[in-house]
RNA sequence: GGAGAGAUGACCGAGCGGUUUAAGGUGCACGCCUGGAAAGCGUGUGUACUCCAAAAGGGUACCGAGGGUUCGAAUCCCUCUCUCUCCGCCA
């Protein structure tokens, strides 16, 4: 959420900012709605003063045992007039926070301009700044080598649940939780996270919080009978750890790092990436959280997304780094780092973990504050999020990287001791 | 799922319709005292919004959440959430 005091101080820039991510946000009822709720507000509490005020003297009167009818009388009136006003004040806070709580986060300066993705901008490559080379036989894409393995098995993810779910068997399944902990391993090893692992079920308050909610609850699953949804990310109950909290500034940064399971209904994706796991209404994710001071944020971001692309480098995996330009940032960040795997299968890089910074913007939400040591102040905390990384389709990056001419499947160094020593996947028959 | 108890400021804990602008204690901060410390004494001690050009200083709201009764609610009524105890069920 943005600050309606930096709205009003600085509307201009608001709308310029605002006006970069590539439509218009017409923030005329924010100032309209502003100006009278403040106005509403003090005749209100004009009011509620004088009321408080004359039933201390009815009180004090009544102790002493005088007569109080006159003030009683007056005071008649106060009551549904003060009713009214409260009630107007309420509908108008409300009204306020539903137009703020649908703005979107301001770009950071830093931020790339342009309209979508193809105004991204690649800040490197890995290993070197080269695409990587073809090699010398036809490289499939994912399925068809997780199929002829054995540990793909698309058909069954339909049978027991539908379209886009996918069953792992035996040496994919093995792969899918080695991939886990290697990385859970190496954030909370070598890192310095603290490894969470939080519910699979939220609030409605925890989604307010990070911004899924109110705008994009399409985009979840729902339990029919419970007010609760299944997390599209570990970074809605992670980052709530800290709402309605107010830190010691000496505790911060604090560091999570969670493995859960994600799930999203992919609502305006139809038809895209129908074929393999890119696209699932369930995958697993390694999650990133930072919480930090206001001045930490930006460096923070740097460091968390080296974090992640140490899991690349580790698995042997090609990438590149974007900085996403300011009209295809997500509705929370107001800088963002994507990291794109490099696919053989399908000749292109896709994204595989997403790094953000949102500054204030969810802990505005969530009431996350910190406690500085000088003076006592109390600030809002800035919170950052990033894959670290998204397991099943680095599943599908070591499948697509490292498969054979014989439709064998080579399994990195970083990871055969979590495979029990397998250093090969062999195709079935 | 059933029965009961409870939710008050950083913490403990009183209050159960108007002398409470939330008693008292602990903790914390500052000051006095001390060679230094402890003890003792004194002062202060939340959050949000708002008024004022700003500061100083006011005002309003917040005693789990939301409604209601009342001139006035931490206190009475209703609904919900959560916690604890016992019973049942269960990985």
Redesign the pocket.
Known sequence: MLD??KIRDNPQWVEERLASRGRAYNLQKVYQLEAAK?AL??E???L??R??????Q???L??KGQDVSAL?AE??Q??PQ?QELQQQL?TMESELLAVLAELPNLPDETVPLGRDEQDNLEICRWPDEQQPARKAFEELPHWEIGQRLGILDFDAGILVAGARFTVLRGAGARLNRALIQFMLDLHSGEHGYTEIMPPFLVNRESLFGTGQLPKFEEELFAARDDALFLIPTAEVPVTNLVRGE?IEEERLPLKFVAWTSCFRREAGAAGRDTRGLIRQHQFDKVELVWITRPEESGAALEQLTRDAEQVLQRLELPYRRVALCTGDLGFASCKTYDLEVWLPGQGCYREISSCSNTGDFQARRMQA?L?RKEG???ELLHTLNGSGIAVGRTLVALLENFQQADGSVVIPDALRPYMGGVEILRPQE
């Open positions: 309606l005091k403040r507000q003090t209100t509490e004009n509620q003063a009321r408080n005020a004359i039933s201390r009815i009180g004090q009544k102790g009683m005071m008649v106060c009551g003060l309420a107010i504050r406690r006592r102040k109390v």
